[in-house]
């Protein structure tokens, strides 16, 4: 099984480029995290909200199956993915994290990255159009037209949800809290991730630098890494045949 976990702000549908082909060898489970697209939100209650859905996403894979699975987390994701590996390693068999300054970047540079996420993401979510969300995505693309069109509908549909914005809002500050309290992260664990990782990141990523994923992919014990050229935040969406390549490989290894 893989299952695939957006970034924040998101939902499952940002890997409509990824959904089948994945699922042509393995089954498939991309979620909506608590809050982003059509799940709802839950109450944090003081928690920090990266953990909180790490719980939430391994009680919903438990209820699945038995067997290990691949977690794939993107941005936000990665970070999420990495919490579940770390906290249930006998229960995760593979990581991928894909674009994820919330796993690898120093707290200020992540704060940093987490203001300007808020300053884009709110032109789509206070106003959703379909031209405002598709300009949400293509600022993080290096090239703007590999915007996935077949998933702004979607997009604007969820958007436009009473509670998503505000939602998004909480999350975001909690998150942002989490970075100076260090509760929640996985940057001062990385050595304790046991399992084989593969790490995938774009040369031109805005909300994360390669640098932090090369000091990353050094100190987690079994990691590759792989920079895409010409590639922005989301490789899944800007080029998926390098990305379902290099998915193949590591699957099948």
Known sequence: MVVLIHGIGHSADIFYRNIDVLA????????????????????????????????????????????????????YGGLIASLMTLSSPERVGKLVIVGSGGTFQEPDKQRTALLKILENASGAMAAPTLESCRTRIANICADPASVAEEILLTQLISYALPDRFAAFKEILAAYIDSLASGEGQARPRLEMISVPTLIITGRNDIRATVESHE????????????????????????????FHSEMAAFLAS
């Open 215 to 242: 000091a990353g992919n050094r100190r987690i014990p079994d990691s590759r890494l792989v920079v895409l050229e010409a590639c922005g935040h989301v490789p899944y969406m800007e080029h998926p045949q390098e």
């Open 24 to 75: 042509q060898t393995h089954r498939v489970i991309a979620v909506d995290l608590p809050g982003h697209g059509f799940s709802d939100h839950i109450p944090l209650a003081g928690r920090t909200p990266q953990t909180l859905f790490a719980e939430h996403l391994t009680a919903l894979i438990d209820g699945e199956t038995d067997a290990r699975y691949t977690v794939v987390g993107s941005s």
